[in-house]
C-alpha cells in the first residue's frame, strides 16, 4: 500500500513522536506516527492486570517535571494526577534503612558519623552547581570520590551506578550523576519527604490520550508498522516498513540511533553512521509480580547490596493502593543489563526462579504462593551511556539529509531521558523544524 504523501512521517509512536505530531498538526501540517508495535507509549506502554492498565516498566514523575504537566493541562487531565509523599529506602549488608527524609540520612549507620554529615552535604553542593559543563571532562565516579570520599563512594553511590549502568558504571560522566541529584532536590516538600507523581490507569492512559487529539486534529497513528529502511527520491522520502510503502517530505525519527542508522546505510557516509553507532545504550529487565500479600511499606528501595543482582525493588502500590488492581500488591523488580547479559533472554519462569532466593533473603517471609502473577518486559535500549563528553556524541536533530530529523531520548542532555524531557523535546521540534514542503 502507498498512501498520500505526507509533510511528516514520525517514526516512533512514544511519547517524544506523539507529541511532535500533535504540534506540527498545530502548525497544519500532515503528519503520520509509524509505530512499530501493536500499542503507542514506547518505553511508557502497559498491560492489563485485573483489567486495569499498569506500565511495563515502573514509572513516576517529580513535582518539578512541568512539561508534562504543562501538557496534562492542555489535554484537560489534571485531576487524573495522583501526588503522594513516597517512602524511600536502601537495602545494604541485609539492612533495611529508611532514606526519605534529611533525618533518615543521619540516622543512616551503615556510614560513620562524620561521613553521613559529609554525604548530606555533597546532596547539597551538588545541588548548586551552575556550570556543568565544567564536570563533563570528569567521570561520576571521580566526582563523587573527590565530594564524598572513598566510604561515601562505595556503600553509596557506587552500588546504584553499577545497577544502573552495569559494565559501564566507570565510563558515567559527573554530569548525568549531578542532575540526578539536583532532580531529586527539587521534589521535596516541606518536611524534606520526597514527593512523586503518577497518572492514573497508568502512563500509557496519558499517551492514549495524547494519541486521541492528535486524530482529531486530523493526524494519523497506524500501528504494527515496523520501518525497515528509508529511501531518498528526487522530492521526497520512502518509508518503507515490514509490509507498506509510505511517503513523506520530512521524517522525523524518534527511535534509538543505532536503529535510524541501519534504516539509513545504503545512502549515508560512514563518518554519519559512525556517529548515530557512538553512543551505548543499555537494556533493562523488570519482572512485574502480582502478589497476594505486600513486601513491606516502602514505595522505593535502592539495593545496593552488591550480591543483590537488581537495581532497585519498586512497591508501586505503596503509592497507588492495590484496590486498583483487584486487590494485588504490584511489585517490579528492576535490572539494567547488556542486551548481551543471558540473563536478558531468560523467559519469565526463568527470571523467576533466579530472582526468588535474592527476593526470599530480602523478605523472608515471602513465599511463593503469594505470586499471582508474574510478567517480564525486556528493552534493548533503554537507557543511552551518559559518558565524559556527551555533547560532543549527541547528533544535530538536522541530519545531513534534506528532510531527515532526529529526536530521541539520547539527545537529552544535560538532563536525563524521562517522559517529561521527551515531551519536552517533542514539542520543541514540532514547533520550530524547518519543514521542507
Ligand atoms: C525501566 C525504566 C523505567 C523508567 N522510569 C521512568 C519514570 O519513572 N519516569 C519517566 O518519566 N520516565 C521513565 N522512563 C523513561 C521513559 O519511559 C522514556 O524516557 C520515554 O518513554 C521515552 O519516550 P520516547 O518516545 O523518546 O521513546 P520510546 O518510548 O522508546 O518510543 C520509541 C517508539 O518507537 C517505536 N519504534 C522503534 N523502532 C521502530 C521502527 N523501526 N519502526 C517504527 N517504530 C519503531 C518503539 O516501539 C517505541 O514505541 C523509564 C524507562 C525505563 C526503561
Not at 492528535?214 to 497513528?221: A, H, S
Not at 510503502?245 to 560512514?270: H, Q, R
Not at 511489585?331 to 526468588?356: C, G, I, W
Not at 527476593?359 to 517480564?376: G, Q, T, V, Y
Request: proline share 4%.
Amino acid at each position: 500500500m502507498t498512501e498520500n504523501m505526507k509533510d511528516v512521517i514520525i517514526v516512533g509512536g512514544g511519547f517524544t513522536g506523539l507529541t511532535a505530531a500533535l504540534e506540527l498538526l498545530k502548525r497544519g501540517y500532515s503528519v503520520t506516527v509509524l509505530e512499530s508495535e501493536s500499542e503507542i507509549g514506547g518505553l511508557a506502554g502497559a498491560f492489563k492486570v485485573g483489567g486495569q492498565k499498569l506500565d511495563k516498566f515502573y514509572h513516576h514523575w517529580f513535582t518539578n517535571d512541568l512539561e508534562v504537566m504543562e501538557l496534562i493541562d492542555e489535554l484537560g487531565l489534571t485531576k487524573e494526577l495522583i501526588i503522594n509523599p513516597t517512602n524511600t529506602g536502601m537495602y545494604y549488608a541485609n539492612n533495611f534503612f529508611k532514606l526519605s527524609t534529611p533525618l533518615d540520612l543521619l540516622k543512616f549507620t551503615p556510614l560513620k558519623f562524620h561521613n553521613r554529615i559529609r554525604l548530606g552535604l555533597l546532596t547539597l553542593i551538588a545541588r548548586r552547581v551552575k556550570n556543568w559543563k565544567a564536570l563533563e571532562a570528569k567521570t561520576a565516579k571521580e566526582w563523587l570520590l573527590e565530594l564524598g570520599g572513598e566510604d561515601v563512594y562505595k556503600v553509596v553511590w557506587e552500588p546504584l551506578l553499577k545497577g544502573k549502568f552495569g559494565p559501564y558504571a566507570e565510563d558515567v560522566s559527573a554530569v548525568w550523576f549531578w542532575n540526578k541529584l539536583k532532580l531529586r532536590g527539587g521534589s521535596r516538600g516541606k518536611g524534606g519527604e520526597e514527593r512523586l507523581v503518577y497518572f492514573k490507569g497508568s502512563f500509557a492512559t496519558l499517551a492514549e490520550s495524547l494519541a486521541k487529539r492528535v486524530c482529531e486534529l486530523g493526524g494519523k497513528i497506524i500501528l504494527n508498522q515496523n520501518v525497515v529502511k528509508l529511501h531518498q527520491s528526487t522530492d521526497c522520502w520512502r518509508i518503507q516498513t515490514e509490509t507498506d510503502f509510505y511517503t513523506a517530505k520530512n521524517v522525523i525519527s524518534t527511535i534509538a540511533l543505532p536503529l535510524l542508522g541501519e534504516m539509513i546505510k545504503d545512502f549515508a557516509t560512514p563518518q554519519y553512521i559512525n556517529k548515530l553507532n557512538c553512543i551505548k545504550y543499555i537494556g533493562n529487565v523488570c519482572l512485574v509480580l502480582e502478589l497476594k500479600k505486600s513486601l513491606s511499606e516502602t514505595y522505593w528501595l535502592n539495593v545496593n547490596d552488591p550480591t543483590f543482582p537488581f537495581v532497585g525493588v519498586i512497591e508501586h502500590t505503596n503509592f497507588e493502593k492495590p484496590e486498583t488492581y483487584n486487590g494485588s500488591h504490584i511489585v517490579y523488580l528492576s535490572k539494567y543489563l547488556p542486551h548481551t547479559d543471558e540473563l536478558y533472554s531468560m523467559d519469565t519462569r526463568e527470571f523467576l526462579e533466579y530472582s526468588y532466593p535474592y527476593l526470599k533473603r530480602m523478605f523472608p517471609k515471602f513465599e511463593k504462593d503469594w505470586i499471582l502473577n508474574s510478567h517480564l518486559w525486556r528493552a534493548r535500549w533503554s537507557q543511552p551511556v551518559v559518558e565524559k563528553f556527551y555533547s560532543n556524541m549527541i547528533p544535530n536533530e538536522k541530519t545531513p539529509y534534506d528532510g531527515l530529523f532526529i529526536c530521541s531520548m539520547a539527545q537529552i542532555y544535560p538532563e536525563d531521558r524521562g517522559t517529561n524531557y521527551a515531551i519536552r523535546e517533542g514539542r520543541r521540534i514540532g514547533k520550530n523544524i524547518d519543514i521542507v514542503e
